[in-house]
């Protein structure tokens, strides 16, 4: 027997189809749904204002006929109300919407498909409010309704349910909650409507954002590109597409992809602008974005009438005190604190923290955010007292909140020790430097040689050189005023040097922790597992900094949740540890590639021999800190040369160098503006004063220490470019010499001193142990003149002006993380002339011409599968590619004949198949342009690709700064390994020396330009 409950269920399920089947036949209900369908599809076609007037023109007509009560009228209302949702019109949204309800409630049931479609469009309105505890019980009693009513509607209805109560989990910082809800979201709407429809495209959305706020920032382009595929497809170019080219276009932004960013912003603006108009409040988020990017890029002006444009739109549709307006006022605050509009910068800057502390609370992290930046307002408008008060609290709530080791509470504990230093307080300031310091290289350590995921807003290289820069400039300003501890703060600053310097490897050697983990045995087992530690404390580390919500959440965070997270961070670094030590044990070659632990002076001095000297060179914000090391001795110097003002000059000698920098119109230009001009075209304008000067600026009273040393020099910053063995002692009788014969005559600190480069402090007392192995049997291995398919506009091989191709920025040859194969080879220009150099070098040094690799040969599998540690020179005649300025986003290699089709990645010799190759070398030669460093100042040193060749067993590398001539590079090499096989009692140092002395003195005078001998520099082991 059916029970009686059931059966009436059954009856009024039957009397409601009924009814409606009688309604469907009224006239005027067709007229109805044909209006409705109208508004619908002008909706999804993003023409909103059509919508609304077939929406408005139901309502009329359904009144008319039937009175403002009836469900057919709800239909209307409902239609509306979605319109003014999504054009920003909240308050009219809301009360049409609550009238829908009401009319469904009464007219359909509580429990009714109906209803819960109105609850989901009104949980939606509540969160774009950030009304929270209103949005979650609408969004879940809809979801239940359409779970348990089954009805045609249903699957379609659910998904959009679960795409809103997923957006309410995103916005209360709950991202696992929302990715898990989002995911079933996607599948159910997948089922209903189709993968490529609207309505699934909206759902994607949301998932992309929510896998972005959980860090997954890979996954996340990846939906984002659906969605805006789909739109697209659809031909919906309107503010929807608007909104997910802005949202796809802001993750760029935190990847650091600038370029793709910019006209991305500009794209949804328009289709936004040409959907809701200039001034809505949807068009002001990409407005938001696009005035960030320029304020990151330096285009202030441009970035503040952005952003005032949209802070005018936000006041305009949510009122004053919405948090939508707190974060723009919080840009504009940013920008007026960037360009010291100091008082601007205040009155901006406390509205927005007190729209944030109302919506958020004190310890909200965008409230935190916002007093840091009213801090460092403070500091920079010499109100000292306020500064400290406000950056103590924002460090107080920063540890609280985050935890003591997070790089916010890092970042608070810098901005604290610049306020001491203002306030002459040198010693609490130091100790605040080494407070941040010592976290940031905890987080570095914490994922150290294992390839951890790299989230958007994980501290940067740069602001950690920045926070271990400080810990040296404190230490040099205490010393100075408490003479008794020079030597303990001199070292304190070394260390910090190193550290600040070791930072720049970091993103190499995880690409280097893939390669390795993706072979086989037991070293890649432990990476492996490695990564997935370091990966999930990355999760982690990122939802705990999101625990306490993103710009619309207003609900308070668990502490205990908070205090969960932390204790499995702690839990996870003490497993990371843990495998690090049995990795240094089981594997000490590999553990010294990826763990470079920083050396104290006394240990430097215990590496050197009697004849060297260590220079340490730091360029590091406000000034430049150089430190000398002998055996017997150290000493420092800090000279107020600025990174700025270093790279301004670095930048004009290498006007001097490169013959390109006068054919390529931006540096052509540029080298103008530095104050030089191109007289001759066989002399470069190489500033021999601005030489000696720099000599003077970089050793001031620390020259008596180089006297009769071989340098052994670690660069930073701007100093990565430049060789230093060409800069001048001595100041010179003019600084533009007429003719060849003035370079002839100049005190080069080459005539003087031979010069090594290491990569590091520490690669000191690793490569002496690399110089004790058995000799190799062979001369020289030679790989030159690849297959490339580019246009080549080198002039003709004969010349002595001949030189390769530009090298690239490694970043141009990429989509993603992958090598873009038919850009490769439709770019890389051939290089015949470096066959030529190779056989010459070979002839010199007698070697077979079987071991040469040229043209076709020249592939990255033949040199795989070669005996390279049987030989005494490994010799590389090719293109560089090196690292660009996007972090992070490949590795430098170089170039080598292209495979035909596939993966473009075997074309490329990796720093990582660099560090897997089994050397014996004493030389490994690249005569690459650029492989020393990019042509930007500043370029990483060495790009990476020292490291490797050392770790796979070169003992030094001589390696060029600019483009080479043939003839030069031939004459050089081959010079000093001449010298070397002569005079058994000099080392690998003083023969490149020799080399260069005998092309300034004794070659054809127009080589005594630096041009033509400085370009070379040897890096590793100098010794013999």
Same mark, same amino acid.
């Given at each position: 027997?059916?029970?009686?409950?059931?059966?009436?269920?059954?009856?009024?399920?039957?009397?409601?189809?009924?009814?409606?089947?009688?309604?469907?036949?009224?006239?005027?209900?067709?007229?109805?749904?044909?209006?409705?369908?109208?508004?619908?599809?002008?909706?999804?076609?993003?023409?909103?204002?059509?919508?609304?007037?077939?929406?408005?023109?139901?309502?009329?007509?359904?009144?008319?006929?039937?009175?403002?009560?009836?469900?057919?009228?709800?239909?209307?209302?409902?239609?509306?109300?979605?319109?003014?949702?999504?054009?920003?019109?909240?308050?009219?949204?809301?009360?049409?919407?609550?009238?829908?309800?009401?009319?469904?409630?009464?007219?359909?049931?509580?429990?009714?498909?109906?209803?819960?479609?109105?609850?989901?469009?009104?949980?939606?309105?509540?969160?774009?409010?950030?009304?929270?505890?209103?949005?979650?019980?609408?969004?879940?009693?809809?979801?239940?309704?359409?779970?348990?009513?089954?009805?045609?509607?249903?699957?379609?209805?659910?998904?959009?349910?679960?795409?809103?109560?997923?957006?309410?989990?995103?916005?209360?910082?709950?991202?696992?909650?929302?990715?898990?809800?989002?995911?079933?979201?996607?599948?159910?709407?997948?089922?209903?409507?189709?993968?490529?429809?609207?309505?699934?495209?909206?759902?994607?959305?949301?998932?992309?954002?929510?896998?972005?706020?959980?860090?997954?920032?890979?996954?996340?382009?990846?939906?984002?590109?659906?969605?805006?595929?789909?739109?697209?497809?659809?031909?919906?170019?309107?503010?929807?597409?608007?909104?997910?080219?802005?949202?796809?276009?802001?993750?760029?932004?935190?990847?650091?992809?600038?370029?793709?960013?910019?006209?991305?912003?500009?794209?949804?603006?328009?289709?936004?602008?040409?959907?809701?108009?200039?001034?809505?409040?949807?068009?002001?988020? =990409? %407005?938001?974005? !696009? &005035?960030?990017?320029?304020? /990151?890029? #330096? +285009?202030?002006? *441009? $970035? @503040?009438?952005?952003?005032?444009?949209?802070?005018?739109?936000?006041?305009?549709?949510?009122?004053?005190?919405?948090?939508?307006?707190?974060?723009?006022?919080?840009?504009?605050?940013?920008?007026?604190?960037?360009?010291?509009?100091?008082?601007?910068?205040?009155?901006?800057?406390?509205?927005?923290?007190?729209?944030?502390?109302?919506?958020?609370?004190?310890?909200?992290?965008?409230?935190?955010? =916002? %007093?840091?930046? !009213? &801090?460092?307002?403070?500091? /920079?408008? #010499? +109100?000292?007292? *306020? $500064? @400290?008060?406000?950056?103590?609290?924002?460090?107080?709530?920063?540890?609280?909140?985050?935890?003591?080791?997070?790089?916010?509470?890092?970042?608070?504990?810098?901005?604290?020790?610049?306020?001491?230093?203002?306030?002459?307080?040198?010693?609490?300031?130091?100790?605040?430097?080494?407070?941040?310091?010592?976290?940031?290289?905890?987080?570095?350590?914490?994922?150290?040689?294992?390839?951890?995921?790299?989230?958007?807003?994980?501290?940067?290289?740069?602001?950690?050189?920045?926070?271990?820069?400080?810990?040296?400039?404190?230490?040099?300003?205490?010393?100075?005023?408490?003479?008794?501890?020079?030597?303990?703060?001199?070292?304190?600053?070394?260390?910090?040097?190193?550290?600040?310097?070791?930072?720049?490897?970091?993103?190499?050697?995880?690409?280097?922790?893939?390669?390795?983990?993706?072979?086989?045995?037991?070293?890649?087992?432990?990476?492996?597992?490695?990564?997935?530690?370091?990966?999930?404390?990355?999760?982690?580390?990122?939802?705990?900094?999101?625990?306490?919500?993103?710009?619309?959440?207003?609900?308070?965070?668990?502490?205990?949740?908070?205090?969960?997270?932390?204790?499995?961070?702690?839990?996870?670094?003490?497993?990371?540890?843990?495998?690090?030590?049995?990795?240094?044990?089981?594997?000490?070659?590999?553990?010294?590639?990826?763990?470079?632990?920083?050396?104290?002076?006394?240990?430097?001095?215990?590496?050197?021999?009697?004849?060297?000297?260590?220079?340490?060179?730091?360029?590091?914000?406000?000034?430049?800190?150089?430190?000398?090391?002998?055996?017997?001795?150290?000493?420092?110097?800090?000279?107020?040369?600025?990174?700025?003002?270093?790279?301004?000059?670095?930048?004009?000698?290498?006007?001097?160098?490169?013959?390109?920098?006068?054919?390529?119109?931006?540096?052509?230009?540029?080298?103008?503006?530095?104050?030089?001009?191109?007289?001759?075209?066989?002399?470069?304008?190489?500033?021999?004063?601005?030489?000696?000067?720099?000599?003077?600026?970089?050793?001031?009273?620390?020259?008596?220490?180089?006297?009769?040393?071989?340098?052994?020099?670690?660069?930073?910053?701007?100093?990565?470019?430049?060789?230093?063995?060409?800069?001048?002692?001595?100041?010179?009788?003019?600084?533009?010499?007429?003719?060849?014969?003035?370079?002839?005559?100049?005190?080069?600190?080459?005539?003087?001193?031979?010069?090594?480069?290491?990569?590091?402090?520490?690669?000191?007392?690793?490569?002496?142990?690399?110089?004790?192995?058995?000799?190799?049997?062979?001369?020289?291995?030679?790989?030159?003149?690849?297959?490339?398919?580019?246009?080549?506009?080198?002039?003709?091989?004969?010349?002595?002006?001949?030189?390769?191709?530009?090298?690239?920025?490694?970043?141009?040859?990429?989509?993603?993380?992958?090598?873009?194969?038919?850009?490769?080879?439709?770019?890389?220009?051939?290089?015949?002339?470096?066959?030529?150099?190779?056989?010459?070098?070979?002839?010199?040094?007698?070697?077979?011409?079987?071991?040469?690799?040229?043209?076709?040969?020249?592939?990255?599998?033949?040199?795989?599968?070669?005996?390279?540690?049987?030989?005494?020179?490994?010799?590389?005649?090719?293109?560089?590619?090196?690292?660009?300025?996007?972090?992070?986003?490949?590795?430098?290699?170089?170039?080598?004949?292209?495979?035909?089709?596939?993966?473009?990645?075997?074309?490329?010799?990796?720093?990582?198949?660099?560090?897997?190759?089994?050397?014996?070398?004493?030389?490994?030669?690249?005569?690459?342009?650029?492989?020393?460093?990019?042509?930007?100042?500043?370029?990483?040193?060495?790009?990476?690709?020292?490291?490797?060749?050392?770790?796979?067993?070169?003992?030094?590398?001589?390696?060029?700064?600019?483009?080479?001539?043939?003839?030069?590079?031939?004459?050089?090499?081959?010079?000093?390994?001449?010298?070397?096989?002569?005079?058994?009692?000099?080392?690998?140092?003083?023969?490149?020396?020799?080399?260069?002395?005998?092309?300034?003195?004794?070659?054809?005078?127009?080589?005594?330009?630096?041009?033509?001998?400085?370009?070379?520099?040897?890096?590793?082991?100098?010794?013999?």
């Amino acid at each position: 027997m059916v029970p009686r409950r059931l059966s009436l269920i059954a009856w009024l399920l039957a009397s409601l189809l009924l009814a409606a089947s009688a309604e469907a036949q009224n006239p005027v209900i067709r007229e109805l749904q044909g209006l409705w369908k109208k508004s619908l599809e002008a909706y999804n076609a993003g023409r909103y204002a059509e919508s609304e007037a077939f929406a408005k023109q139901s309502i009329a007509r359904a009144t008319a006929v039937f009175g403002p009560d009836h469900r057919a009228t709800s239909r209307g209302y409902h239609n509306l109300a979605r319109v003014y949702l999504r054009t920003g019109r909240f308050q009219e949204a809301e009360t049409i919407s609550r009238k829908a309800l009401a009319i469904r409630e009464k007219m359909v049931g509580p429990d009714s498909v109906p209803v819960a479609a109105t609850l989901t469009q009104l949980g939606w309105l509540m969160i774009e409010q950030g009304r929270y505890p209103e949005a979650e019980p609408m969004l879940k009693r809809a979801v239940a309704i359409y779970e348990k009513v089954p009805t045609p509607e249903s699957p379609w209805s659910l998904g959009l349910s679960l795409s809103n109560l997923g957006y309410y989990h995103m916005a209360i910082g709950q991202w696992q909650e929302a990715e898990t809800i989002l995911t079933r979201g996607v599948a159910v709407q997948e089922k209903a409507t189709g993968a490529e429809s609207v309505w699934t495209s909206r759902i994607v959305s949301r998932l992309a954002l929510a896998k972005q706020q959980g860090g997954k920032t890979a996954e996340a382009e990846a939906l984002f590109k659906r969605a805006i595929a789909t739109l697209e497809r659809l031909g919906n170019e309107n503010a929807e597409l608007g909104a997910n080219l802005g949202r796809l276009a802001w993750l760029y932004v935190f990847q650091g992809r600038v370029v793709e960013a910019e006209p991305m912003f500009r794209r949804a603006i328009a289709a936004q602008e040409k959907g809701l108009g200039r001034d809505n409040s949807l068009t002001s988020f =990409s %407005l938001r974005g !696009l &005035g960030n990017l320029m304020t /990151k890029t #330096g +285009r202030f002006a *441009e $970035a @503040e009438a952005v952003l005032k444009e949209a802070l005018a739109i936000d006041e305009k549709a949510h009122g004053p005190n919405h948090p939508q307006v707190g974060a723009d006022l919080a840009n504009l605050a940013n920008l007026a604190n960037q360009t010291n509009r100091l008082d601007e910068a205040l009155a901006w800057g406390k509205r927005a923290v007190a729209i944030r502390e109302a919506a958020f609370g004190q310890e909200h992290h965008l409230t935190l955010l =916002s %007093l840091n930046i !009213l &801090g460092e307002t403070y500091l /920079k408008a #010499g +109100r000292l007292e *306020e $500064a @400290e008060t406000t950056v103590k609290r924002t460090a107080a709530g920063r540890e609280k909140v985050l935890g003591p080791t997070h790089f916010f509470t890092a970042e608070s504990w810098v901005l604290l020790g610049r306020i001491h230093l203002a306030q002459q307080r040198h010693a609490e300031a130091l100790a605040a430097f080494q407070k941040a310091s010592s976290i940031i290289d905890a987080r570095s350590r914490s994922s150290a040689g294992f390839r951890a995921k790299q989230h958007s807003d994980e501290v940067g290289v740069g602001f950690r050189r920045f926070a271990h820069g400080w810990v040296v400039f404190a230490a040099w300003q205490l010393a100075k005023r408490d003479p008794a501890r020079v030597k303990e703060l001199m070292n304190e600053a070394f260390l910090a040097a190193q550290l600040s310097e070791n930072t720049a490897a970091s993103a190499a050697l995880n690409q280097m922790a893939v390669r390795f983990g993706a072979g086989t045995g037991p070293l890649a087992e432990l990476l492996r597992q490695g990564q997935d530690i370091a990966n999930r404390w990355q999760d982690i580390d990122r939802q705990l900094t999101q625990s306490i919500g993103e710009q619309t959440v207003a609900v308070k965070s668990n502490a205990e949740e908070r205090a969960r997270a932390r204790r499995e961070l702690d839990r996870l670094s003490g497993e990371l540890e843990t495998l690090s030590r049995r990795i240094a044990k089981e594997f000490p070659e590999y553990a010294s590639l990826a763990h470079v632990e920083p050396v104290s002076i006394k240990s430097a001095q215990e590496a050197l021999s009697d004849h060297q000297a260590l220079v340490a060179v730091l360029s590091n914000g406000p000034a430049t800190t150089t430190f000398v090391v002998t055996r017997q001795e150290a000493r420092w110097y800090r000279s107020t040369l600025t990174q700025a003002k270093l790279a301004e000059k670095v930048e004009k000698l290498r006007c001097g160098l490169e013959a390109e920098a006068w054919t390529e119109e931006k540096r052509r230009e540029r080298c103008k503006e530095l104050g030089l001009k191109l007289t001759s075209a066989e002399l470069l304008p190489y500033d021999l004063a601005e030489a000696h000067k720099l000599y003077e600026d970089l050793f001031g009273p620390l020259q008596p220490m180089l006297n009769g040393k071989s340098l052994v020099i670690v660069p930073s910053g701007p100093l990565t470019s430049l060789p230093l063995h060409a800069l001048l002692t001595e100041k010179p009788a003019e600084a533009f010499p007429a003719d060849a014969m003035g370079y002839r005559r100049a005190s080069w600190l080459a005539k003087s001193n031979a010069v090594t480069v290491l990569p590091s402090v520490q690669s000191i007392a690793a490569l002496k142990l690399a110089s004790a192995r058995t000799k190799p049997s062979k001369s020289l291995i030679g790989i030159a003149a690849p297959d490339f398919q580019g246009t080549s506009t080198a002039p003709p091989p004969q010349s002595p002006a001949t030189k390769r191709a530009v090298t690239q920025q490694f970043a141009a040859f990429f989509k993603g993380n992958r090598a873009d194969l038919e850009l490769l080879k439709s770019s890389l220009a051939p290089l015949p002339e470096t066959k030529d150099e190779i056989l010459a070098v070979a002839r010199k040094v007698g070697a077979e011409e079987k071991d040469i690799l040229l043209g076709p040969a020249a592939t990255k599998a033949s040199i795989k599968s070669l005996p390279l540690g049987d030989y005494r020179i490994v010799y590389f005649a090719t293109h560089g590619l090196i690292a660009g300025e996007i972090e992070g986003l490949g590795e430098p290699a170089l170039a080598l004949t292209m495979p035909s089709s596939g993966d473009a990645d075997e074309g490329l010799l990796t720093a990582s198949d660099v560090a897997q190759l089994k050397l014996n070398a004493d030389w490994v030669v690249l005569s690459a342009c650029n492989t020393a460093a990019g042509n930007r100042p500043g370029a990483e040193a060495l790009s990476g690709l020292a490291r490797s060749f050392f770790y796979a067993g070169a003992r030094s590398l001589l390696v060029s700064h600019w483009k080479v001539s043939s003839v030069a590079a031939v004459k050089l090499t081959t010079a000093a390994f001449d010298a070397l096989a002569a005079d058994t009692t000099i080392d690998k140092a003083e023969a490149l020396r020799r080399s260069m002395i005998a092309m300034i003195e004794k070659d054809d005078v127009e080589m005594a330009h630096p041009s033509n001998w400085a370009p070379f520099v040897l890096v590793g082991d100098g010794a013999k």
